[in-house]
């Protein structure tokens, strides 16, 4: 399906999204590059690349004045506090939510239970509140955090950002409540794409497309993440759209 809304993929899990005259980016500023000497590498991710950085330092490109930063969680391959804090104080006029940390310049208005929204001019966000993904035992430590998911509207075009979120029956239930269930495209991570449930809610929710992000460089792939796609790719069910799969540092084709 052609949308007009414009969607660029960093890598790791930064989107950003241009419509309605409206600029979003969603988890766009995080981790750490070799030359900070800060790094996700270790959790199997990929740092943001030295022309990404440039980017948000030099506030150029998708990081031109955006209207609104988003994070879903403050996972480091999701979002990078010194680096945030740096860029705010560069652009004081964006507006910015950080679960449980940060909403400046916003207003979230409670639509129902675990749903917000957020308006920045004829864009309207939707905020859902999520348990984070099991990290297994050995992670557990890290589970215990402020999660959202978006709901990104702009017109009849809708986009939900599911971050690292639980996708289940309880959360589709608040979507249907809030008439949020009519979804354009839904971008989820390769975790979604192994587990029962998640796939039993992308079946009931019906989205128009279905999009894998969330993926590391080759080089960076310690935990075996791209082979884990590629096996949910030959897996994905039929009579869902076709899994879209998004490419790194581009403008997506949609």
């Known amino acids: 399906m052609k949308i007009k809304t414009e969607i660029f993929h960093g890598n790791d899990s930064a989107l950003f999204f241009k419509g309605n005259g409206q600029k979003i980016l969603v988890d766009g500023i995080y981790g750490g590059t070799r030359r900070m000497g800060e790094s996700v590498r270790d959790l199997g991710m990929s740092d943001m690349p030295e022309e990404y950085l440039a980017m948000a330092e030099e506030g150029k490109g998708i990081f031109k004045s955006p209207d609104i930063l988003l994070f879903t969680h403050t996972h480091r391959d999701h979002y990078n506090e010194a680096l945030v804090s740096r860029y705010m104080s560069r652009f004081p006029g964006a507006k910015i939510f950080v679960p449980g940390r940060d909403e400046s310049g916003l207003e979230p208005e409670k639509k129902g239970e675990r749903c917000w929204s957020l308006k920045s001019g004829l864009?309207?966000?939707?905020?859902?509140e999520a348990d984070h993904l099991d990290l297994g035992e050995s992670l557990r430590k890290f589970q215990n955090i402020e999660n959202r998911s978006?709901?990104?509207?702009?017109?009849?075009e809708r986009f939900m950002v599911a971050g690292d979120s639980v996708l289940d029956e309880s959360l589709l239930k608040v979507m249907?409540?809030?008439?949020?269930?009519?979804?354009?495209?839904?971008f989820v991570n390769v975790i979604h794409l192994l587990i029962r449930k998640h796939i039993d809610f992308l079946k009931e929710l019906k989205p128009g497309g279905v999009?894998?992000?969330?993926?590391?460089?080759?080089?960076?792939d310690t935990m075996n993440y791209l082979r884990l796609a590629e096996r949910a790719e030959t897996r994905f069910p039929r009579e869902l759209p076709p899994l879209m799969r998004a490419e790194h540092m581009?403008?997506?084709k949609l």
Do not use: C, M, Q
């Open 176 to 186: 249907k409540d809030n008439r949020l269930d009519n979804i354009t495209y839904i």
């Open 250 to 252: 581009s403008w997506l």
């Open 123 to 128: 864009a309207e966000i939707s905020v859902l």
């Open 211 to 220: 999009i894998l992000y969330h993926l590391p460089e080759p080089e960076d």
């Open 150 to 156: 978006f709901i990104i509207s702009f017109g009849e």
